[in-house]
């Protein structure tokens, strides 16, 4: 009997650039393993806040600050991903991630999702800005009106917030974060470490 097929919990937010890159690059790793891959979305703001942690761009050492920005670029060609940082970052990402709920209840997030990921990090776009948004999302052949609007029915909210609660019991502090099973793997980094454990499972 063939083994079971493992899942890969994704979570991510689209405000963070590693969960850009870990979505370019997960799907090759799950193709490696067998694995199947859903992406989550969580409300990394209100993951940081239940935390007391915070973004990197608001790191209060200049040097270490700085050298973030050289640890992306390396990660960035290492993979060889398509990024440009947002100058418009950090960005408010709670209608995103309202938004990405909304996408997958009417059925349209996988056309959602990679549009505004490439908005964010490749074209540079302000996400935070809600005409920019809706003009991604015509241009992406979405309806971004009725993307709105489902965004804010109280069921959507809801989900949003209980799933960035249920990730925070679960113990995520950032984003990206995976599961496979109940084994945490933060950053796109321990991506190597995931997939080995699962070639190993």
Known sequence: MA??????????????????????????????????V?????LLGGVH??????SPALESCVPKRNYGGITMKRWVAKHGVAFQPNPFFPI??????????????????????P?????????????GDAEVFGAVLTDAGLD???????????????????ET????????????????GDEMYFGQDHLPFLEADLKAA
């Open 49 to 54: 806040k239940a935390t007391e942690n915070q």
């Open 165 to 180: 609660e249920r990730a925070v019991d679960r113990g995520v502090f950032g984003a990206p974060t995976f599961f496979v």
């Open 115 to 127: 549009a505004v990921f490439k908005s964010f990090w490749v074209d540079g776009k302000n996400m």
């Open 92 to 113: 408010n990402t709670l209608a995103a991630m309202r938004m990405a709920v909304a996408a997958k209840h009417m059925g349209v997030f996988e056309t959602f999702h």
């Open 3 to 36: 083994p079971a097929a493992k899942t890969i919990e994704f979570l991510f937010d689209y405000g963070s650039p590693y969960s850009y890159i870990a979505d370019s690059i997960i799907d090759a790793v799950a193709d490696r393993t067998g694995a199947t």
């Open 38 to 42: 859903v992406r989550q979305p969580i």
């Open 144 to 162: 971004a009106a009725a993307l709105f609007a489902k965004s804010q029915e109280q069921e959507i909210k809801d989900e949003l917030k209980s």
